[in-house]
């Protein structure tokens, strides 16, 4: 033990109880190590405060690095203080009792903080679900960028589908223009045609009426000149007259035919009233009505006018009344009633008889066909509701008709109105 005497011992006088001399190394070694090991916690404490970046767990971490440093002084002092240090020491010791004290409260508080720190297991775990979660993030990052690429190549797709529909529709509209155009060039040449025809019509009717009408001159002069002694020449000339008044009263409707396909001029749509018209009509049909029982029943009040052409309103009348009084029915007094009215944005015009009628559902859409009739017992030429029909559409009108087989017919024409009903009701 005399080695260890290079050593500054008076210190191990101060130690109580007092260290027996043989012992002597074994004390020194012991203080060594544990002044050494002091050192060193304490350098490492203030290591890792200085990579704390929280300031509770730093200034713990601190403290523990200074009771390190007083411990390691209190150590160090033990083996080289001699008497003139033993107050120090001891005041050393009373600092590192209150550091202690200090540091043990300050680590009771810091005691949750301190269970919150993951163990390296649980790092450990939290790192490999981290490390999961990285890669099912990147794995869906790859489902999301194939679905983008999928995605895109759709909309290539389709948007190349979409050029070339539009391509073809808009060939296909080149094409329809090129169509309608022809439709429209063949439709004014079939314009033109019908327009040449109806010219034909009216103006070889009109040109072949003066020579009827000279025939049907001579051949009453003829039947003035003949033998009042001969009935079979007298039947002949007869049949002869009404042969030439047959065709007379054909060209005379082919004349109004040709001339109802003529557009109506703007200055011929002027009001007209319905009861003069109506008057000039029944003094032409009376002599029809000779020997008939019949009334009449005419109320123009509700919409005493209409804006028609007075021709138009005139042709209308008189197929309407002649079709009445040529229809009727034998057994019971003729009833005719015609009347006006209002209805909506129209004006109504109603001709109603107690004539033989007729079954509207076996000519549905035939009865205002050209030359069809629908009685063949009475002389008729199967224009007049033809007339009717196409007078009532050229001026934008529409007509209905309600008839029963056995009970009459009633006629419903609607015309347009120009003017507000008041204005039409007071005219």
């Known amino acids: 033990m005399d080695l260890l005497h290079f050593l500054p011992m008076p210190a191990l006088a101060q130690v109580w109880p007092a260290v027996p001399p043989k012992y002597e190394w074994l004390f020194l070694i012991g203080e060594i190590l544990s002044g050494t090991s002091y050192l060193v916690v304490a350098s490492t404490l203030f290591f890792l405060a200085l990579k704390r970046d929280d300031r509770q767990r730093k200034m713990v971490l601190l403290l523990f690095g200074v009771l390190g440093l007083l411990g390691a002084?209190?150590?160090?002092?033990?083996?080289?203080?001699?008497?003139?240090?033993?107050?120090?020491?001891?005041?050393?010791?009373?600092?590192?009792?209150?550091?202690?004290?200090?540091?043990?409260?300050?680590?009771?508080?810091?005691?949750?903080?301190?269970?919150?720190?993951?163990?390296?297991?649980?790092?450990?775990?939290?790192?490999?679900e981290l490390r999961e979660q990285v890669l099912e993030r990147q794995r869906a990052e790859a489902a999301l960028r194939e679905t983008q690429l999928e995605l895109e190549k759709r909309v290539q797709q389709r948007t190349a589908q979409l050029i070339t529909a539009n391509r073809d529709m808009e060939r296909e509209m080149e094409t329809r223009k090129s169509t309608e155009k022809q439709l429209m060039a063949k439709n004014y040449e079939l314009v033109r045609a019908n327009a040449d025809l109806d010219d034909f019509v009216y103006y070889a009717s009109r040109d072949i009426k003066g020579p009827v009408l000279n025939v049907a001159g001579l051949v009453a002069a003829i039947k003035e000149e003949l033998p009042?002694?001969?009935?079979?020449?007298?039947?002949?000339?007869?049949?002869?007259?009404?042969?030439?008044?047959?065709?007379?009263?054909?060209?005379?409707?082919?004349?109004?035919?040709?001339?109802?396909?003529?557009?109506?001029?703007?200055?011929?749509?002027?009001?007209?009233?319905?009861?003069?018209?109506?008057?000039?009509?029944?003094?032409?049909v009376m002599d029809r009505l000779e020997g008939v029982e019949h009334t009449m029943?005419?109320?123009?009040?509700?919409?005493?006018?209409?804006?028609?052409?007075?021709?138009?309103?005139?042709?209308?009348?008189?197929?309407?009344l002649t079709n009445a009084i040529k229809y009727r029915e034998p057994s019971r007094p003729l009833r005719i009633t015609v009347a006006s009215d209002l209805q909506d944005r129209f004006v109504r015009l109603k001709v109603q008889d107690n004539g033989l009628g007729m079954e509207t559902s076996q000519y549905e859409g035939k009865i205002f066909s050209l030359f069809r009739r629908f009685h063949d017992h009475v002389e008729g030429s199967g224009i007049g509701l033809y007339i009717i029909k196409r007078i009532m559409d050229n001026n934008r009108g529409k007509i209905e008709v309600k008839s029963a087989l056995g009970e009459g017919t009633t006629f419903l024409l609607f015309f347009p109105q120009t003017t507000s009903p008041e204005t039409t009701a007071r005219v």
């Not at 009263?249 to 003529?262: A, F, G, M, P, Y």
């Not at 557009?263 to 319905?274: K, L, N, R, T």
């Not at 919409?303 to 197929?319: C, G, K």
């Open 73 to 128: 002084g209190v150590h160090f002092l033990n083996l080289w203080g001699g008497e003139e240090w033993f107050l120090t020491v001891q005041v050393l010791r009373l600092v590192v009792g209150v550091a202690s004290v200090l540091g043990a409260f300050l680590l009771y508080k810091v005691i949750p903080g301190l269970l919150a720190i993951p163990s390296p297991k649980r790092l450990e775990i939290a790192n490999q």
């Open 228 to 284: 009042t002694n001969n009935p079979a020449l007298s039947e002949l000339f007869t049949r002869l007259d009404k042969s030439v008044d047959q065709i007379n009263r054909k060209l005379n409707n082919l004349s109004e035919v040709s001339r109802i396909q003529r557009p109506v001029e703007q200055a011929q749509q002027i009001s007209v009233s319905f009861d003069e018209v109506f008057e000039e009509v029944r003094r032409v």
């Open 297 to 320: 029943e005419v109320d123009f009040s509700a919409a005493p006018q209409v804006s028609l052409s007075r021709e138009n309103l005139r042709s209308l009348l008189y197929h309407l």
